[in-house]
């Protein structure tokens, strides 16, 4: 079936007001909601249109919206984000156009698809037999489904050579976050403490910058994600405009303030540099970079100290945090309480933050007796998706309020059991061997990928974010690129 230019806008038109139509009526009529409601439903008309004429642009706007993770619409089924309408839009019209990937394109995605597909079915299993609330366990359940469709039609639609680089977009969109998250920090310094959006703070914690995503761990990991794709482009093409966006992407990151996030850009910039330098031997390719590298590093800890001083909260709560007086800001050490989790169960308000006398690492670890506990009911399956805040509450604050584990690792191993963590970590693994195999003949865009990606599953050591959108949107973009050069190379040798 292939859809005419009239059927195309039709398409696009009924989809758009059909979706406003339904989060208008079924969610908060609130101005916020309804706003949120029209740029969710725009945009899926747009992904529609752009998909067939512009496909590159198309999974640029799913991946912007994506990175917008503080707004979302609340309906009586559970919460929706905002890319989400955009994708199911773009599943849809890959449906009715056929316009999905040959035999041959697909058939190295087989062991991969394989994979995650084992994981995905063991956690509806695990959450049928064992989740306490069901209904929760579900609505977490579709969360990974609509982002897992998010990757395959990334990958449908980027399957096709061309000219246009979704790199451009992905950088693109961690410049906007930079920009926004310094004009955030800049106004909580000059205009703060208290009633900045965007801002993260608490009495005795070092303040953060959350942007435009939830809260400060997805900002942060996010743009240490972008960071690999900004230091490629410079590597590339090293002038000005690009050293910028580097720096920039670099030092917004830095105004997340935590530390996982660092962890993951550390190891994600090693990763890059690891596989351009094996595949392309030339020191000055690797040295070239260095000064603008180290610079942006440096920058990122001594602008946020400077921008976010903690004393402006404590003035502000009359709460000085211990030590604060003696330290100076740009020295502090980052993250020092546990943060809210990335995003709640769908279905769920904002977690508090526990309290602030209880250290990130140590709140994290102490979850893992309770959890290995628990997965003694069921090592092999698992116990189901968001099944822990099921079990567990919160200590310390309102009773009723669901705890939450916050390793991506144990989460994989709480939720799935050894079965699904361990088709979990395959899938990831068979899609780096896919990459690195693209290394040999573009370095730099390989490396790029790879290197978001093993940040993104670092920095989440620290958090659990696995869920959302940009992750499967990154993996999506890198695999289509690996099969269409591999395709390339393999008609060229012909």
């Given at each position: ?14 989809l ?43 999974v ?6 994506a ?9 009586p ?61 579900v ?6 489904v ?53 801002m ?18 997805l ?13 490629d482009r410079?590597?590339?093409d ?6 910028v ?16 996030a ?8 090693l ?32 602008i ?39 995003s ?10 526990p ?33 822990f ?23 994989a ?17 068979l ?16 490396a ?30 890198g ?11 393999h008609?060229?040798?012909?």
């Open positions: 079936m292939k859809l005419g230019s009239r059927g195309l806008y039709a398409l696009a038109a009924s758009g007001i059909g979706a406003f139509a339904g989060m208008a009526i079924l969610g908060l009529r609130t101005p916020e909601a309804i706003l949120a409601s029209a740029v969710a439903s725009i945009c899926a008309a747009a992904t529609v249109v752009l998909a067939v004429e512009r496909p590159v642009v198309a640029g706007l799913l991946f912007l919206l990175s917008i993770s503080g707004v979302v619409i609340g309906l089924v559970g919460r929706v984000r905002l890319e989400q309408p955009s994708i199911v839009a773009a599943v849809i019209m890959l449906i009715l156009t056929r316009a999905w990937p040959r035999r041959s394109e697909i058939r190295p995605l087989v062991p991969i698809m394989a994979a995650f597909g084992v994981y995905l079915v063991v956690l509806t299993i695990a959450s049928a037999l064992y989740a306490p609330k069901p209904p929760v366990s609505r977490m359940i579709t969360w990974t609509i982002s897992m469709a998010a990757g395959v039609a990334t990958f449908a639609l980027l399957i096709r050579p061309s000219t246009d680089r979704i790199e451009s977009w992905f950088t693109g969109t961690g410049v906007v976050h930079a920009v926004v998250g310094l004009t955030i920090a800049a106004a909580f310094l000059f205009l703060g403490p208290t009633g900045i959006p965007g993260q703070t608490s009495p005795g914690e070092v303040p953060k910058v959350a942007g435009l995503a939830y809260e400060a761990n900002f942060a990991s996010m743009l240490g994600a972008v960071a690999p794709f900004a230091l410079f590597r590339s090293p002038r000005l405009t690009t050293a966006v580097l720096l920039l992407v670099i030092v917004g990151m830095g105004l997340g303030v935590t530390r996982g660092y962890l993951g850009l550390g190891i994600g910039l990763t890059y540099l690891a596989i351009v330098a094996y595949r392309n031997p030339r020191p000055a390719d690797i040295v070239g970079i260095i000064p603008v590298l180290v610079v942006a590093l440096l920058l990122a800890p001594s946020s100290g400077i921008t976010l001083p903690v004393e402006r909260v404590e003035i502000a709560t009359g709460s000085p945090s211990p030590g604060a007086t003696h330290t100076p800001a740009a020295a502090r050490t980052p993250d020092t309480r546990p943060s809210p989790p990335p709640p169960s769908p279905s769920q308000r904002p977690i508090p933050t309290s602030p006398a209880v250290d990130t690492i140590d709140y994290r670890v102490d979850r893992i007796p309770t959890a290995l506990e628990d997965l003694r009911d069921s090592p092999i399956i698992g116990l189901g998706a968001a099944t805040g099921q079990r567990h509450e919160l200590p310390d604050v309102l009773a009723g309020t669901p705890d939450y584990i916050g390793i991506l690792a144990l989460v191993l709480y939720e799935s059991g050894i079965v699904g963590a361990a088709a979990l970590a395959l899938g990831f693994a899609s780096f061997r896919l990459l690195l195999r693209l290394s040999r003949a573009s370095p730099g865009r390989a790029a990928y790879v290197a978001s990606l093993v940040s993104l599953l670092a920095a989440y050591q620290a958090t659990n974010a696995l869920f959302f959108s940009i992750n499967w949107i990154i993996l999506g973009a695999l289509a690129l690996a099969v269409r050069m591999a395709s390339t190379s008609t060229r040798a012909s």
